[in-house]
């Protein structure tokens, strides 16, 4: 079978999307068992007459098709489904896996992804394809879907997912959380979180995090609600109902976005400009990545060199170096750099190389240049068609060009399809 993506080989499916996610699970922390129902509203782009999933370490036991039984196998990752009868394109069916077992990270080119066991309960960190390690999907960035979540934990224990916190039930001693992401979502950007956890507010944002984890003033966190006021102002409404962010007692390597919040390791929380960017960084991904994310991996830099100049608006903003100052530091370095990498395909090795994010950002720098005072009209016109969807470089392009007489398209292929780093932009200051 083709692979969706080329970046994922052996994840996702073409032939079919997802149109609604539930998933009701049950986890027990102490040994790592989840057990659940995932219920998923399948539409068939072409006839079908079988479904195959992603779904990875976990055993099924029972699969129903519109309220049937149907037959499955189950090998490696995937799960394929033989649909009683056939389903024409267009037409909806309802699928319901029962599964169970203990989730463990799935094993890729970009090491260990997805279910997370930490000192004291879990998370999800699936970029880019980690998803199946906790439930049965159709791992593609450009499958988006709405998904509820119900997941029971013993109390004591606070569950975070992906949308809004839609009510608690408590019934002898455990807790059932459920969550609602209304607006489409790509299923790598699922997430749950579960830890001794307490939630408090900080203007917009909501922090969640252990008691004994400081994350109020004189932290990183500390102007995250001001980083929205500013984002808001220069990308349009911020795209969802709510933003957390999760802050683990563990120290992580790096922190990491999901639909509506964030998830960061108690190490991040120190103050200073070395975590206030990532602050940033995973805040503006809500708009570049979540509310309108790349069609297909090889254009990360739609996500990434987004979120990485951010950082960059966020300085200047802020009071700290400008904009400029930091593109021209960052030019600087990259000069210095092998400069063999393709921004507009980086090959699923380099897919997270630094460069990507600091070409993208420069990219976004010239482009700023080139449209002068109309670009964050671009950017806000941008984030606002594309709201919810999915993105491509071509789209990008054809959107900034509506902005100027200048030559977008010969812009981008310097900065996004060639591999010579190009001169610094002029000062981009309007
Ligand atoms: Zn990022």
């Known amino acids: 079978?083709?692979?969706?993506?080329?970046?994922?080989?052996?994840?996702?499916?073409?032939?079919?999307?997802?149109?609604?996610?539930?998933?009701?699970?049950?986890?027990?922390?102490?040994?790592?068992?989840?057990?659940?129902?995932?219920?998923?509203?399948?539409?068939?782009?072409?006839?079908?007459?079988?479904?195959?999933?992603?779904?990875?370490?976990?055993?099924?036991?029972?699969?129903?098709?519109?309220?049937?039984?149907?037959?499955?196998?189950?090998?490696?990752?995937?799960?394929?489904?033989?649909?009683?009868?056939?389903?024409?394109?267009?037409?909806?069916?309802?699928?319901?896996?029962?599964?169970?077992?203990?989730?463990?990270?799935?094993?890729?080119?970009?090491?260990?992804?997805?279910?997370?066991?930490?000192?004291?309960?879990?998370?999800?960190?699936?970029?880019?394809?980690?998803?199946?390690?906790?439930?049965?999907?159709?791992?593609?960035?450009?499958?988006?879907?709405?998904?509820?979540?119900?997941?029971?934990?013993?109390?004591?224990?606070?569950?975070?997912?992906?949308?809004?916190?839609?009510?608690?039930?408590?019934?002898?001693?455990?807790?059932?959380?459920?969550?609602?992401?209304?607006?489409?979502?790509?299923?790598?950007?699922?997430?749950?979180?579960?830890?001794?956890?307490?939630?408090?507010?900080?203007?917009?944002?909501?922090?969640?995090?252990?008691?004994?984890?400081?994350?109020?003033?004189?932290?990183?966190?500390?102007?995250?609600?001001?980083?929205?006021?500013?984002?808001?102002?220069?990308?349009?409404?911020?795209?969802?109902?709510?933003?957390?962010?999760?802050?683990?007692?563990?120290?992580?390597?790096i922190p990491l976005e999901a639909q509506t919040l964030s998830t960061f390791g108690a190490n991040h929380a120190v103050a200073g400009w070395s975590n206030e960017r990532l602050v940033a960084h995973e805040l503006a991904h809500q708009w570049f990545g979540n509310s309108l994310t790349a069609a297909r991996w090889a254009d990360i830099w739609l996500h990434e060199g987004f979120a990485c100049y951010s950082e960059w608006l966020w300085s200047d903003a802020s009071g700290g170096r400008s904009c400029h100052e930091l593109a021209a530091e960052h030019h600087r370095r990259l000069a210095g750099l092998p400069q063999d990498l393709l921004l507009g395909d980086p090959g699923r090795e380099k897919m997270f190389d630094d460069r990507v994010y600091k070409r993208g950002a420069l990219t976004l720098h010239a482009l700023r240049a080139l449209l002068g005072g109309r670009f964050f009209e671009m950017l806000r016109d941008w984030t606002s068609a594309n709201r919810w969807g999915v993105v491509t470089t071509a789209g990008f392009v054809a959107h900034a060009q509506r902005y100027t007489d200048g030559d977008v398209a010969g812009l981008i292929d310097t900065w996004v399809y060639a591999r010579p780093l190009p001169p610094m932009p002029a000062s981009a200051a309007v």
């Open 1 to 253: 079978m083709p692979a969706a993506d080329p970046y994922v080989p052996g994840h996702g499916n073409r032939r079919f999307g997802v149109r609604s996610y539930a998933l009701e699970l049950d986890y027990k922390i102490t040994t790592n068992h989840l057990s659940g129902r995932a219920t998923l509203a399948i539409e068939a782009v072409e006839p079908l007459t079988q479904v195959a999933l992603d779904l990875y370490g976990l055993k099924v036991a029972k699969v129903r098709v519109d309220g049937r039984p149907a037959r499955f196998t189950h090998r490696e990752r995937r799960l394929r489904i033989g649909l009683p009868s056939p389903v024409p394109a267009g037409a909806l069916v309802r699928v319901e896996v029962d599964y169970a077992g203990k989730p463990r990270p799935m094993p890729s080119v970009f090491g260990p992804v997805g279910w997370e066991e930490l000192t004291e309960g879990v998370l999800v960190a699936a970029q880019p394809c980690g998803a199946p390690s906790w439930f049965p999907c159709n791992d593609r960035p450009d499958d988006k879907s709405s998904y509820s979540f119900a997941v029971t934990v013993t109390d004591g224990y606070r569950v975070v997912a992906n949308g809004v916190l839609a009510g608690r039930d408590r019934r002898s001693g455990r807790t059932t959380w459920r969550y609602e992401q209304a607006e489409p979502m790509a299923p790598y950007l699922a997430v749950l979180h579960v830890g001794k956890y307490v939630s408090s507010a900080a203007g917009p944002v909501e922090l969640v995090h252990p008691r004994a984890v400081e994350v109020g003033k004189n932290t990183a966190f500390e102007r995250q609600a001001e980083m929205l006021t500013t984002f808001t102002e220069l990308f349009g409404p911020y795209p969802f109902d709510h933003y957390s962010a999760v802050i683990t007692a563990d120290d992580l390597e």
